[in-house]
C-alpha cells in the first residue's frame, strides 16, 4: 500500500526520501519540457521534483529522465519467448508496461492460456495487463484449439490487471450485430475495447465505434487513421516485425491528434528485440522522422496510460510509480538505467532479475495432429484459373490474384518459375484431420518448404513448399517437437526450433531462441524466399483470416473481404 503521510513528508522535504536521482534533465509529461532537478523516490513512488536528499543518492549530472515506456498492445507469444524472457528483452531498451492480449495462446489452450499469461506475469519486474482476447476463433472460418464465450470470460473481467477487451478482430460480428460478439462487448462495457478493423469506412466504422470500441492498430494509411480519430477512437501506431506502420502513419500526428495517439509493437520477433529494440525504436524512427520530439515522448508513455485509465504510471510526477529511464543523450535512445517501482532493474542493456518460467504439461503438450491424407493435400482443377495469395511486401494484407495455373490429372501443381507454392494448413489442436490448401504466388521460394504452428489466429499447423514430399517432412518434424518452426528440403529436415510451450513460446533464452530464429531464415532464404519478406512472420499471417483479401485456413481459402469460403478454381461461369 502506498504510504501517503511519507510521500507529502518526503515531497516536503520534512522526511529523507529512500532514493533521489540528483542532477537529471527531467522530462514533464504534462508540459512537454526538460526540467533540471532532483527526483525523490520513497517506497516505489515518486514524492516530488525539485531539490531533494535521501538514504541513497545517484548523481545523474548530464543524464535525462523520461517516464518509463508503455507498449500499447502486445503479443507475448509473438516474440516466441516465455513472459519472463520477454521481461528480460524488453526491460533493458526501456519499456516497464506492456498491455498484452494473449489470444494466441487462448487459441490454443482457452482458459488455461490465458490463465498461465496472468500467472507468469504476476511478480514480473514489468508491468504486465491484460486484455481478455475477444476472437477465441478469431471467426468461424477456422478451428482452433478453443472456443470462448462471454460467459467463459467473465471470470476474469474483475482480475485487477485486466483492462478490459482485447481487439475485436470480428468486425463484420460487430456490424451485423452478431448476438455472441454484442454479450463480450457488454460484458467490457465498463472497461476498455480495443479494435481491429482493417479497411473498415463510412457506416460501417460508425457502427463499429458506436459499439464502444475506443481503439485501433490496424491502420495503414494517415487517411485510415484520421477515419477513426473522427470516430472517437485512438489510434496505436504499430511498429512490429510484419507489419511496419509507423512512418506511413506520421502525417496524420499533428497538435491536435498526438494526444490520442500511442505506440504498438503488435507482434516482434526477438532478433528484432535485440537488434533494433522495442518501444524505443519507436520512438527513435519518429524523432528521426522529424516528430517533435515532446509529442513523440508523449506517445510512448502518457498516451497509453491515459488510454487505459492507468493513473499511477506514464509520468515523473508526485504520486506516480517511480517507473524511470535514464538515458545519456536523446539520439540512441537505448536507457543506461531503468528503474521500475523505484528498483534499478536494467543497466546497460543488461536485465539484473532472475526467474523462471512456470508453464506446466497442459500448456506444453498441444499437438494432436490427426493422421495426414496425403491425397488431401491436391487441389482438383476443373479449370486452369485459380484464386491465388498475393504477397505484398512488409505488409500482412494480401492481394486476391487471379492466375492460369499449370495442372496435371486434374489437380493444380506448384511451378516456382511462375513463383507459385503451396500452401498448406493442418488442424492441429484435436484430431480434426482437417487440411487446408491453396496456392501462393511471390514469395519465391524455389525449393523445400517452411513450417510453422505461429500460425495467426488458430495456430494451426502451416507449411509452405514446393512439393507435397517436403511439405510432409516439415511437417511430421512439427509434430515431433511438440510445435516450434522447421526448414526441409529434399526429404530433409534442415533444422528446426522447439516451441513446446503451446506450439508458441520457446523455453530458452532470448538470445538463444534469437539465434536459432536467425539459422532458420538464413536456411529459408538460401531456398530461395525473397529478401523483403521476413520467412516465418511472412508465412504466420497467410492463415489469419480476418486480414483481405485472401488468407487459408483449416477449412479451406478464405475471402478477407466477404468472410467466406471460395475454393481455389475459378468455375468458367464466374465472372
Not at 290 to 305: E, W, Y
Not at 418 to 437: M, P, S, T, W
Request: aromatic residues 6%; contains cysteine; charged residues 20%.
Amino acid at each position: 500500500m502506498k504510504n501517503i503521510n511519507k510521500l507529502i513528508g518526503v515531497a516536503k522535504g520534512a522526511v529523507q526520501a529512500d532514493l533521489v536521482l540528483k542532477n537529471a534533465q527531467v522530462f514533464n509529461v504534462f508540459t512537454g519540457e526538460f526540467i533540471k532537478g532532483d527526483v525523490a523516490i520513497v517506497d516505489g513512488y515518486i514524492a516530488g521534483i525539485g531539490e531533494y536528499t535521501g538514504g541513497n543518492e545517484i548523481d545523474l549530472t548530464g543524464k535525462y529522465l523520461t517516464p518509463g515506456f508503455i507498449d500499447g498492445h502486445v503479443h507475448i507469444e509473438s516474440s516466441m519467448l516465455s513472459p519472463i524472457e520477454f521481461a528480460r528483452a524488453v526491460l533493458p531498451t526501456g519499456t516497464t508496461t506492456i498491455i498484452a492480449d494473449p489470444h494466441e495462446i487462448a487459441n490454443v489452450a482457452g482458459l488455461d492460456g490465458i490463465d498461465y499469461i496472468l500467472d507468469a506475469t504476476e511478480d514480473l519486474p514489468l508491468s504486465v495487463y491484460v486484455m481478455l482476447p475477444s476472437c477465441v476463433p478469431a471467426s468461424n472460418l477456422e478451428n482452433s484449439g478453443a472456443e470462448l464465450f462471454a460467459a467463459d470470460l467473465e471470470k476474469f473481467i474483475n482480475h485487477p490487471r485486466v483492462l478490459g477487451l482485447g481487439e475485436m478482430m470480428n468486425y463484420p460480428g460487430v456490424i451485423y450485430r452478431d448476438s455472441k460478439v454484442i454479450e463480450k462487448l457488454i460484458l467490457a462495457k465498463n472497461k476498455k475495447i480495443d479494435g481491429h478493423a482493417p479497411g473498415v469506412s463510412g457506416n460501417d466504422l460508425m457502427a463499429y465505434a458506436a459499439a464502444g470500441i475506443k481503439s485501433d492498430h490496424e491502420c495503414v494509411t494517415p487517411e485510415e487513421a484520421l477515419d477513426r480519430l473522427r470516430a472517437g477512437m485512438h489510434v496505436m501506431i504499430r511498429e512490429g516485425s510484419a507489419a511496419k506502420n509507423l512512418l506511413n502513419l506520421l502525417p496524420a500526428i499533428n497538435k491536435y491528434t498526438s494526444q490520442f495517439c500511442l505506440f504498438a509493437a503488435d507482434d516482434r520477433h526477438p532478433a528484432d528485440l535485440i537488434a533494433e529494440g522495442h518501444i524505443n525504436n519507436m520512438v527513435r524512427l519518429a524523432v528521426e522522422a522529424g516528430v517533435d520530439l515532446p509529442t513523440v515522448l508523449q506517445m510512448s508513455t502518457i498516451n497509453a496510460a491515459s488510454y487505459f485509465n492507468l493513473d499511477e504510471i506514464g509520468a515523473i510526477a508526485p504520486n506516480y510509480k517511480a517507473d524511470i529511464l535514464v538515458f545519456d543523450d536523446l539520439k540512441s535512445w537505448q536507457p543506461t538505467l531503468v528503474l521500475k517501482n523505484g528498483v534499478v532493474v536494467a543497466r546497460d542493456n543488461t536485465t539484473l532479475f532472475e526467474g523462471k518460467d512456470i508453464a506446466s504439461k497442459k500448456i506444453k503438450e498441444t499437438m494432436h495432429l490427426a493422421e495426414i491424407d496425403q491425397t488431401k493435400l491436391r487441389i482438383p482443377a476443373p479449370t486452369k484459373r485459380a484464386r491465388v495469395i498475393g504477397l505484398v511486401p512488409h505488409q500482412i494484407v494480401t492481394k486476391a490474384l487471379e492466375m492460369e495455373v499449370d495442372r496435371e490429372d486434374g489437380f493444380f501443381i506448384t511451378n516456382v518459375k511462375q513463383d507459385i507454392l503451396k500452401l498448406v494448413v493442418f488442424e492441429r489442436h484435436n484430431c480434426l484431420g482437417n487440411i487446408g490448401v491453396g496456392l501462393v504466388h511471390g514469395f519465391g521460394l524455389n525449393r523445400g518448404a517452411i513450417a510453422s504452428t505461429v500460425a495467426h489466429d488458430s495456430h494451426n499447423l502451416i507449411v509452405i513448399g514446393t512439393n507435397d514430399a517436403d511439405i510432409l517432412v516439415a511437417a511430421k518434424e512439427l509434430e515431433r517437437i511438440q510445435g516450434g518452426i522447421a526448414v526441409a528440403f529434399d526429404g530433409k529436415v534442415l533444422d528446426s526450433l522447439a516451441l513446446p510451450i503451446g506450439g508458441l513460446m520457446s523455453d530458452q533464452d532470448v538470445h538463444t531462441v534469437a539465434k536459432q530464429v536467425e539459422k532458420l531464415k538464413e536456411l529459408a532464404y538460401s531456398l530461395g524466399i525473397r529478401d523483403c519478406y521476413d520467412p516465418f512472420l511472412t508465412l504466420a499471417f497467410l492463415s489469419l483470416p480476418v486480414i483481405p483479401e485472401l488468407k487459408l485456413t483449416d477449412l479451406g481459402l478464405v475471402d478477407g473481404n466477404a468472410f467466406k469460403l471460395v475454393p481455389v478454381a475459378i468455375e468458367s461461369t464466374e465472372k
